[in-house]
Every structure is written in structure tokens, then in C-alpha cells.
């Protein structure tokens, strides 16, 4: 048995009760809690039986296990970043907003100027 049999089931253990434990106290979507139990849930898989990710990579037409297992982590870090770019732009609309409402709200005029 290699180490990584070892370690990564652990990693994703522990992974796996992190994304939960936020999901309970608000902090994920029940969609993000789940999308990420199971991907910790196939390292765990792959982990302990490498031979598993042949079959899934047959099933999507790739030859090699491995070449599987580095497109899904492609797909999942492209996800990731996505993700992040629109929350990012969320953000910076939601403080646009209240930058523009604050600026609103402290205008100077004219007669303020003189005293």
C-alpha cells in the first residue's frame, strides 16, 4: 500500500467535514457542500483504488487514468476560478453602489461650500 493510499483519505476526510461544518453554520450553499463532498469523496476513491479512474476515464473516452483524473482537476479549478470572477464582480458592483449612494448622501452645495 503507497502513502498517498493513506494520506489522501485522510485530506479528504477532513476536507469533507470542513465543507460540512460550513454548510451547517451558512457559510456554503447545500449545492457547494455537495459538489465538493463528492469530488473529496473520488479522491478518496482513487486513492485507495487507483485502477477505478481507468474505468472512468474509458467511460469518457480517454485512454490513461491519470490524463482523467488531470482534465477533471482542470474542470474543477476552472470552475473555481469562474466562480470567483463573478463573485468578485458582484462585489465590486454592490460597493460601487454604496460608494455612489455615500457620495449622494455627503454632497456639498453650494451654500455648504461658503460657510
Excluded: C, H
Aim: glycine fraction near 2%.
Amino acid at each position: 500500500m503507497f502513502l498517498y493510499s493513506i494520506i489522501f483519505p485522510i485530506i479528504s476526510l477532513i476536507a469533507i467535514s470542513w465543507f460540512l461544518y460550513r454548510y451547517v453554520n451558512g457559510k456554503n450553499s447545500l449545492a457547494s457542500a455537495i459538489l465538493w463532498t463528492v469530488l473529496w469523496i473520488f479522491v478518496i476513491i482513487f486513492s485507495i483504488f487507483p485502477e477505478t479512474s481507468f474505468i472512468f476515464a474509458r467511460l469518457f473516452g480517454i485512454t490513461r487514468g491519470l490524463d482523467f483524473l488531470i482534465i477533471v482537476v482542470f474542470v474543477v479549478l476552472f470552475y473555481t476560478v469562474v466562480k470567483l470572477y463573478f463573485r468578485l464582480d458582484e462585489t465590486q458592483d454592490q460597493l460601487n453602489t454604496i460608494v455612489k449612494e455615500l457620495a449622494l448622501e455627503n454632497e456639498i452645495t453650494p451654500d455648504e461650500e461658503d460657510e
